[in-house]
Each structure stands twice: as C-alpha cells, then as structure tokens.
C-alpha cells in the first residue's frame, strides 16, 4: 500500500496554517449537506465549529479525517489540504491519514479492553513502540497528556468501560493522542458529561493547544467562547461565518450568526 | 363426534353470553359506552369466560375420570377365577375393552341391533362370528365373564358421557348466566378478562414446563430401572459396547465410552468445519457485503439451516463418503476402508451447522456498536484490524454462545450419524474409522421389538439421561460464559 508522504517540504503556504478547504461540497444521496465551504484552519488553535443541529458541523468534520468514507451515500467534492498535501488525492491512504488526524467522538466510546490496552491500541497497530518499556511510557505519556494518569495508574488493567463517562470521555482523548496526530478532531465531546466532567475536559482542550490544532464541534457557545481562538458559524450547510471567537461573540458581522449567537435561531 | 358437538355447544353459550352480557351492559348504562366502567367487548368477554372455562374444565377433568372410574369398576366385577394362567387383569382388561369396541363398531354398521349387544343372555358363538365379520380382531373365544364385562363397559361408558353431555352444559349455562347478571355499568369487566388472559398465559407456561418435568422424570425413572439391571460403573466406565439381543443369550456389554468418544470426536471434526467458516462467512455478511450482497446471501445461507438433517445424510452415504474413499481409501492414500466415517459424517454435520454459527453471530457482530468501529477507524486502523481487535472482542460473547448453541446441536444430531458415520462403536483415534454416537445407540436399542423391561432396551434411557445432562451442562457453561464476559465489557 502506497504510504502517504509526511513531509511538508513542498508547501507553500505559512506554517500555521493546517488544514485548507477550499470550496468543499458533501451531498448524502441528494440532501446537499455542506455548500461552497472554504476556511482555513490553523496550528496550535483551537476553532470551534457552532450553528444549529443539522447544519453540517459534524458532516465537515468528518471530511477532515475522511471518516466519511465509510458512509456509502457521501460523496465529497473540493479540495482539503493538510499541510498542503490534498488528503483526498488518490495517493492518499485513509487510514494513514486518520493516523495523524485523530478523531474524538460525541458519545465516549472506550473499547472493551483494558486502560491500558486502550491506550496502546493506536500505537500497536502503527508500530510506534519498540519494546514494552516503549509501549508503557507512550501508554503514561498519553494519560497523563490526557489529564486521566492519577485517577487511573493503579488499575491499568481494569476496563475501560468501568470508568465514569468524564473519565472516559478523557481516555478517549489520551487514546487519540497516543498515535501522536497533528489534528485532533472533536465532535461535541462534552455533550454526554456532566459540568465537572466538562470543565476538566475543557481545561485539557485548552493544554492540548500548545502542540495539536484542535478542531472542536460544540453546541454550547459558552464552551466555544472559552475554549477556543477560532469560531466558524455554520447554518444549513454554509459558512456563515469565520473569524477570531472574541469577534464572532461580541460583533459578528452577519445577521444569522448574531440571530443564533444571542438565541434567536437554533 | 359427540364430544365435537359438545364442543361446539359450548362454544355457542359462550358467544350468545357474550352478545346478551355486551347488550345488557350497554342497556345498563342507557346505551351510553362512556358511563360504563370498560369497554362494551370486555362484559361480553367477562360471560364468554365464565361460560367457558368452568365447562372446558369439567370436560377435560371428565375426560379424564371417566375411563378410570369406569375401568376399575369393571375390572373389579370380573371374578379371578375367569383369570387365565399366566394371563394378568390387565391383559383381560384390554380383551374386554376390545370386545366393547367390536361391539361398537358392529352396532355402527347394523350388523347386530344395539338390543343384541347389551342382551346379557346372547350366544356368545354367534356374537363371535357377527363380530369377526364385522372385521373386529377379536382373540379366540369370547367368554361369558369377558361379555359381561364387555357390556358393562359399554353401559357404562354410553350413561357416563350422557352424564358429561347434561353436566358440561348446565355448568357453562350456570356460567353463561352468572356472567350476564354481573353486566352492570359498575361492574369492572375489564379487569376480570386482564386476569383471565393472565391465567391463559400462565397455563400455557406451565404446561410447557410440567412436560419437560414429565420428560427429564421419565428419563430418570426408566434411568433407575436400567441401573438397578445392569452396574453403573461399568456403564460408565466401560470401554466396550457389545449388547447382546434376547434370543441370544448371554450377557452384554454396555460401557458408554466407546459411544461418548463417537460423539465427542465427530462433533469436534464438525465444529472444527463449522466454526471458522460460519463466523468468517459471518464477518464477512455484517462488516464487508454490501446492503445487495447481504440481502441475497444471508437468507440463501439460511436454507441450509431449513434443509432436514436426513438430507444431509443422504449427502454424506452417497457423495461426500465415496469421495472421501476415492481419496484416502485403497485406491488413493489407503488410510480409508468405507465410506462411513467419523470424517463423513463430521464434515457433512459441519455443513448442517454453518447457517447456526454463521446466522447467530451475524446478527451479533451487528449488534456491536458503530460508535466501537469509529472508534477504530478514528485512530488509523483498517477494517480487519478494527474487526480483529475491537468488534470480535466486543462480540466475544455472543458468539461462544453461538458455537455452543451448535455443538449441543451437533451431540444431539442422529440423521447424518446413521448414514453417515456407520453403526461400529469403536474407541479409535482414526478419523477414517466408522464410529458411532450416543444418539445413533439409542434408536437401534429401540428398533425391532425391544423388550422394554431388558437392560439392552432400558440403557437407551440411561444414554438418552447422559446426553441431557452433556447438552444442559453445556448450556450451562454457555451462559456462565456469556454472563462473566458481559459484567466485564458492562
Ligand atoms: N450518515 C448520514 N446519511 C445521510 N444523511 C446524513 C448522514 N449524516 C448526516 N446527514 C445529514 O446531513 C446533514 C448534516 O448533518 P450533521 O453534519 O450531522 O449536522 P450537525 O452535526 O451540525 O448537527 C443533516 O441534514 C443530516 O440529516
Ligand atoms: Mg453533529
């Protein structure tokens, strides 16, 4: 199988810059879900994805890591690049690339394994330890990235399933980190955990910033406004709007986003 | 057909009740549905239960009765003396009851008048012939003593079921009745027919389970019979199974090894073919089909499943044995000396089983959720990689209970056994070699004419009380699994 390139040699555009989408389409069957989005997604940042369910936030974060490819009725148009690199090209292996953008999912879904089989589950199937004692320091590195490690370093080898829906929801996150990607994607992480929960997976966001580009879908403009730099406003399929979260919230620019941002429409 | 009848008139008071307790209700409540306390059908519903099952009751309980009151009244009347040697009462019983159903039937073709059979003075002779010819089997002679009793019997048998006709109907009319007066807006109708359906369930549920009580006693009871015959160690323990049939002579040997080592190895041979290509086949339907693949080859998997295992056997005496033969027999490896085998008959009951393993554990990787394979997916995995380490593990459990499932389906098989696995018990680790199993032992122990009260006979119920207490502890086991497995994933 052909293995993606990983160097970035040959871009062009400034470093910060991660992902850029330009005129991207995504169609189920008929239902024209996404429309002419284009936007541009930086490193180091958190962007936040907000509007009304059924908008497509989820829809455009999934063609970020491809994950809707296994939908037989998507179909995709445009150009996304990471890191300048089309990542729909045809050289491009899917699987490769969710390697590297990971993905955090709404519901917390541990695997029926272990803690710590959860966590060395990316990193066994990429090859990326070479020895036990290499497995076990990738497997703390990632709990503790994921602010889990004291909660749960003495029963490595219980199940995941055990643990509460916050702590789950933060191992699912150290799992993800645990393949090292450049992206994190997160679609409505906190929307299955209570407040607490939600705060301390909020704080671990803000941490992860230093060294992922953090892609997070939220339906709570709150949690847009405090974890985020970048917010983009969806609304039944298009951008809306795209700008700094500080902007968006205190003078956006189009009527809808300020319609939804102060309750009128969503 | 009287009994029909008396069926049917049953039935009738209970519809009429229902009709005259829907209308009286109504009319109570001045034609208003909404002043009543249920709806119209329940008072109606209310009467045809109470027509219903007090006279279905009666009826089955006289059903019941009669034959056993009439039979030791009868019984009681014969004197011993008209007992022949080495004949019983009972064998006297079943010549009476014979004698009254020839006198029945000739009756019913006018071949002597209904005053003839119940004349106690008639020429027994002559009744002899009349009866023969009304091609009634009659043994030898009738005797005085039979003919009476014979005719007692009838009378008897004639004035109990007029007595029945006459009870069962007043009973349900008394029902009928009560049920009609109670028809009063006030009356909670609804509630006595909630309680009605509640005791119909019920009885059906118990009658369920008294008849696996009745079957589980009589394996024990005829179990007991067959250990208090023969010795139990060395039916369990003994190695070697060679009964001898009456006639013969001489005694038998019956150790349980021999046959437990068919089971046990020609189910393994079919587990060892059904497991990996049922779940594989299993895997492949849920995770890689398409919706149009699927559609077409989950129910085309399913007529396996449908076809009757005597089929299969067929299968396996004339196509799968013969092929084996040419290639490992005489002419080919010379490892084979017939077509029936433990590899026939476990390859072909391998087969049978597919569709069991390859169905149950379809719809169980199915049931693994699809937030566990984004999961999966998410973080760089291919779809063997997600299905080996994340959905088989999740499915883990439902599909041992599926394969336990068939390997209880496989110690029970007997079809294939017979055609295909021959008739030799044999304790032999050659797959090539016929074998023969616990179930295949038990029908030919009961072919022919057993006698029921001889070891030889009776040890097809200590066989068939091993195979029940295999397969449950396998269920057992079964769900223990499924149990620990599920509290670990939870
Ligand atoms: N798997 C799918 N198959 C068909 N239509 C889908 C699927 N997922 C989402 N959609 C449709 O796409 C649109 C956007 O959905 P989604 O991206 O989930 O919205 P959001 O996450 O903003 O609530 C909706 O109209 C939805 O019905
Ligand atoms: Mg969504």
Redesign the pocket.
Known sequence: MYDAPRSTENTVSTEDIKFECTDCQVY?GD?H?IKDVSVKIEDKTVTAFI?P???????FLRCLNRMNDT?D?ARIEGSFLLDGQDIYDRKVDPVQLRAKVGMVFQKPNPFPKSIYDNIAYGPRIHGLARSKADLDEIVEKSLRRGAIWDEVKDRLHAPGTGLSGGQQQRLCIARAIATEPEVLLMDEPCSALDPIATAQVEELIDELRAQYSVVI?THSMQQAARVSQKTAF?HLGNLVEYDETSKIFTNPEDPRTESYITGRIG | MPLLWLFLIVLAIAAAGFVLGRGRALASAGGDARALHSLPGYYGWNVALKAMVPGFGLLIVWLLAQPLYVGSTVSSMIPDSAIKDGASRSLLMAEVRRTADGLDAAVAQDLITARDAADPDADIAALTDKLKEAGQIVTAEITQPVLTAAQRYRDLNAKGAFAMLIAVVAVALAGAFYGVNEARAEFRARNVVENGVRALLIAAASVAILTTLGIVLSLVFNTVEFFRLYPASNFFFGTSWAPSFSGRGGASDLGVLPLLWGTFYISIVALAVAVPIGLFAAIYLSEYAGPKVRAVAKPLLEVLAGIPTIVYGLFALLTVGPLLVSVFGDEGLGWMQAGTAVMTAGLVMGIMLIPFVSSLSDDIINAVPQAMRDGSYGLGATQSETIRQVVLPAALPGIVGAILLAASRAIGETMIVVLGAGAAARLSLNPFEAMTTVTAKIVSQLTGDADFASPEALVAFALGMTLFVLTLGLNVFALYIVRKYREQYE
């Open positions: 189920y239902n879900a509007g369910s059924g908008c497509g936030k989820s829809t939908i009725v879908v969806f």
